[in-house]
C-alpha cells in the first residue's frame, strides 16, 4: 500500500508535552496540523499514515504571540493542534517517527 503524499502535507508533527502524555493514557494522539486542514482530511490522513482508526478528532488553534526580537517586534505563527481519540486496540507510537 503506497502513501499518499498529500497525507504528510496535513499532519505535520506529533506533539509531545506533558499534557499530551497525559491525553495518550486516555487512547488521544495530539500532532500539529496544516492550519487550513479540517477534520475529516485530519482523520483521512491520520488512518492512512498510521493504518488505525480513529474515534474523533478535535481541533484547537493557538494564536501566535507576539514576541521582541533584537528589539523589534514580531509575531509567531499561529498553530492548529489536534487531538485525535482512536478507537479501543489502535495504538500510535509516535517515539519511532513517521
Known amino acids: ?26 487512547g488521544a494522539v495530539v500532532f500539529e496540523v496544516a492550519i487550513d486542514a479540517n477534520k ?11 493504518n488505525v482508526k480513529v474515534k474523533s478528532v478535535n481541533t484547537t488553534v493557538t494564536k501566535g504571540k507576539v514576541k521582541r526580537f533584537r528589539g523589534r ?14 478507537e479501543e486496540g489502535n495504538t500510535i507510537d509516535v517515539t519511532t517517527g513517521l
Open 40 to 50: 475529516p482530511q485530519i482523520k483521512e490522513a491520520v488512518e492512512g499514515l498510521f
Open 1 to 26: 500500500m503506497s502513501v499518499k503524499p498529500e497525507l504528510y502535507d496535513v499532519i505535520r508533527r506529533p506533539i509531545i508535552t506533558e499534557k499530551t502524555t497525559l491525553a495518550s493514557e486516555a
Open 73 to 86: 517586534l514580531g509575531t509567531r505563527k499561529d498553530v492548529k493542534k489536534a487531538y485525535v481519540t482512536l
